[in-house]
């Protein structure tokens, strides 16, 4: 079945050049909630050519001088199984249409888990698991031989949160700065930061800051201005806050953890 389909699409190929296949894969930053073991990803391909496109993953590991490394998939942990599969690893996806991935997860939940993902279009090879002969795969290179070059694939990061999530902030404010602390157990995501005059009418572009577990963020305070951010806490209601840039003594303010 797969075979024909395959087949099928290369005979839809033009014979002229193509410009070749361009794929999107939405969201740069996914997250998979503490209640599901499986995401769902959508690779685009916006091309006028098929795109043959290889899926590939990597835990990133924290060691303990604090340099973080990316120990491939490929293979087994030493558990015995793979914690973390990705399927298809090998995508056929027409012009104009799409195709999905789906990230399944069994590893230990203990703590936040961070995996790379890479989507690469490539040149299919007979043998290589896209069930092309070999003639097949010069065929195809030869139709987009245009645009070659336009190969360009695109990195993620996957956030598989821990069994018992706690989102936790913690706000210092200073008079000329103030300090948001991550204190819970899951990556923060201060969603549409944005500094804003005193009237709120007048605002800097809205931009997505992420903190890690322990990590901290140092912001400018500056007077006549007011700062606002959503923390997005997954199934949990967004939180809003709003700092105003006029100074205050030192202040805490703080979000107990709640479990999602």
Known sequence: MRRLFVLAWLLALPTVALAGPKISIGSLSDYMRA??????????????????????????????????????????SAGGKRELVVSP????????????????FSGDRAQERYFRLRFNPVLPNAGDGFQLT????????????????????????????????????AIDEEPDRFVVRNVGNATAVLDRFRRCDANGLECDPAVVHLL????????????????????????LAPLPYEIKGQPTLTSAISLKGAKQ
Request: charged fraction near 25%.
């Open 35 to 76: 209640d599901k073991n499986v995401l769902v990803k959508r690779v685009y391909n916006h091309g006028d050519a098929t795109a043959f496109v290889k899926v590939r993953a990597w835990e990133l590991v924290r060691q303990p001088d604090g340099k973080v490394v990316e120990v491939p998939l490929d293979l087994e």
């Open 89 to 104: 690893a090998r995508l056929i996806i027409p012009a104009a249409g799409l195709q999905t991935v789906r990230l399944l």
């Open 134 to 169: 070999q003639k097949e795969a010069r065929d195809y290179e030869v139709s987009i031989s245009g645009g070659v070059q336009m190969l360009a694939g695109f990195g993620s990061l996957l956030y598989v949160r821990p069994r018992e999530v706690a989102h936790q902030l």
């Open 212 to 235: 890690p577990p322990g990590a901290t963020r140092v912001f400018e305070r500056k007077p006549d201005s007011t700062y606002a951010f959503t923390h997005q806490r997954g199934t």
